[in-house]
């Protein structure tokens, strides 16, 4: 059974930066795209970023520059580096996976299988 737990949301200040985290159980390994999407109060969820097997990434426009995705394939943890946050990134934050290997997850969430819980990003100045 694949469980996907995020971890490492909570309030910030306007500038400044958290990093979530993504652990991934069951059968989901470095073979497998996985994303980060969110959803902020009352609207859709978006995609943020993404990281292919090959850990090509690629970003929301709204994110890039400023957020980082990455992998830690020993530890079957994807990560999301966020600095110089905005009040718009306020949001639940989900790790995302396909339902099987080398299948991509696009922008929108079209290829995701598994979700995470999310983990509350608060940004506020």
């Known amino acids: 059974q694949v469980q996907l737990a995020e971890s490492g949301g909570g309030a910030v200040q306007t500038g400044g930066s958290l990093r979530l985290a993504c652990a991934a159980s069951?059968?989901?390994?470095?073979?497998?795209?996985m994303a980060w999407f969110r959803q902020a109060a009352g609207k859709e969820r978006d995609f943020v970023a993404g990281?292919?097997?090959?850990?090509?990434?690629y970003y929301a426009d709204s994110v890039k520059g400023r957020f980082t995705i990455s992998r830690d394939n020993a530890k079957n943890t994807l990560y999301l580096q966020m600095n110089n946050l905005k009040s718009e990134d306020t949001a639940v934050y989900y790790c995302?996976?396909?339902?099987?290997?080398?299948?991509?997850?696009?922008?929108?969430?079209?290829?995701?299988?598994?979700w995470g819980k999310g983990t509350l990003v608060t940004v506020s100045s």
């Open positions: 069951g059968r989901i390994s470095s073979d497998y795209a």
């Open positions: 995302a996976a396909p339902s099987e290997p080398h299948a991509l997850i696009v922008g929108s969430g079209y290829g995701v299988r598994y």
């Open positions: 990281i292919t097997w090959t850990s090509h990434t």
